[in-house]
């Protein structure tokens, strides 16, 4: 089949503003839109920038705003875009050039609500063990692959791009809700101020753009109760 | 999975968290509002004539301090539910320092000035006899 595909384009280096693209690409239905795009890339026009590493939706490079929502490019089929389909780089992020956005910003929140196991008691000596019904209880934030793609369907950071944004709270759930873990009070209070949980006003935008289907909104508002009401219990 | 928190675990240390407040506080107001306004309106558009409250209506029903304390929740509390959350507005999507500054101000402002008013307005009403006119009182 044949399709349009529509592209924003932007090269900081030669134009003054973003501008739109349009390429007419053959098509199989099963193929995914990251083989249109390197179809273009390869075939038509080589100078499209774009972001793919794994191309099967585990590393999170290639989410990109496809018809008006995040999606990764790899996991999306083009039997299901209709026959035009609209591709810019996400909202609330620096566009470097075409498709690829500045996440530093995006990590750096990342790491400011401390994504790593902390302790306060003496290393046990054997592994830290822990129930199936306690590993239940934070496992939809472990399948986070920091694409980005909530953060950058937020309204609350188009509005406010201070802000710490979804995808942070979902990590710091990760570790607030481990019972292994001892710095939930730390992260609590980190998550606690103007620029943590309480941007959040449940739009839902983030739990419909995941790839992995982590119920985003649902996560920041465990943590929202947490802060009010007290957090797990610890270990 | 929604985990309801046991309330024994780590919370963060309270005492200078306004925002934490600040958004508990949205959660309680907006619930005693939606009920208080709805009595308020229900008097106010449904059991009485809305020709009927008059002068006299209002001065008949702040000879009861039950209506004054009730106004005047209603008025603090519809203030401060309100000019929060156009503080957050302004937070949210004026980025300029300037701007931000003169519009937390003003909101700021209005706040105190319509509290003030009203407060004193409640606490000072004595009906004027003269002024009371022809009888549409409540039923």
Not at chain 1, 70 to 99: F, Q
Not at chain 1, 132 to 141: F, K, N, S, T, W
Not at chain 2, 56 to 81: C, G, K, M, P, Q
Request: glycine share 6%; net charge positive.
């Amino acid at each position: 089949m044949n399709i349009l595909v529509r592209i924003k384009r932007y090269d900081p280096e030669r134009d003054a503003k973003p501008y739109w693209d349009e390429f007419r690409v053959d098509v199989e239905p099963i193929d995914r839109l990251l083989d249109t795009l390197n179809t273009i890339k390869w075939t038509m026009d080589g100078t499209l920038t774009y972001r793919r590493s794994c191309a099967h939706g585990v590393c999170g490079s290639d989410a990109m705003r496809i018809n008006g929502r995040n999606r990764l490019a790899c996991k999306v089929l083009m039997r299901d875009v209709g026959k035009k389909v609209t591709i810019e780089p996400m909202l609330g992020y620096s566009v470097i050039k075409d498709l690829v956005i500045d996440m530093d910003r995006f990590f750096d929140k990342y790491r400011s609500i401390k994504p790593y196991l902390i302790t306060h008691d003496n290393e046990p000596g054997t592994e830290r063990l822990q129930s199936p019904e306690q590993r239940a209880i934070y496992d939809e934030g472990t399948k986070c692959i920091l694409c980005g793609a909530c953060t950058g369907s937020c309204p609350s950071i188009w509005g406010n791009p201070d802000w710490v944004g979804p995808a942070s709270i979902v990590n710091a759930h990760r570790f607030i809700f481990d019972s292994r873990d001892q710095g939930g009070a730390e992260r609590l209070n980190l998550l606690s101020n103007k620029d943590g949980v309480w941007r959040c006003r449940t739009i839902f935008n983030c739990a419909d753009a995941c790839p992995r289907n982590i119920p985003v909104t649902d996560l920041i508002e465990q943590v929202k109760r947490a802060i009010v009401y007290g957090g797990p219990e610890e270990a | 999975m929604l985990r309801i928190s046991t309330g024994r675990g780590p919370r963060p240390a309270m005492g200078s968290n306004f925002e934490t407040f600040s958004w508990y506080y949205f959660r309680v107001s907006g619930a005693v509002l939606l009920i208080m306004v709805l009595v308020h309106l229900f008097i106010m558009h449904v059991s009485n004539d809305v020709s009927c409250t008059t002068y006299a209506f209002v001065a008949a029903r702040y000879s009861n301090i039950f209506w004054r304390v009730f106004d005047w929740l209603l008025l603090t509390l519809a203030l401060t539910h309100g000019m929060n959350g156009l503080r957050i507005f302004i937070d949210d999507y004026v980025r300029k320092p300037g701007a931000r500054m003169w519009l937390m101000s003003i909101a700021a402002l209005l706040l105190l000035v319509f509290f003030m008013l009203g407060t004193i307005t409640l606490i000072t009403f004595q009906p004027v006899t003269s002024a009371l006119g022809a009888q549409c009182l409540p039923r």
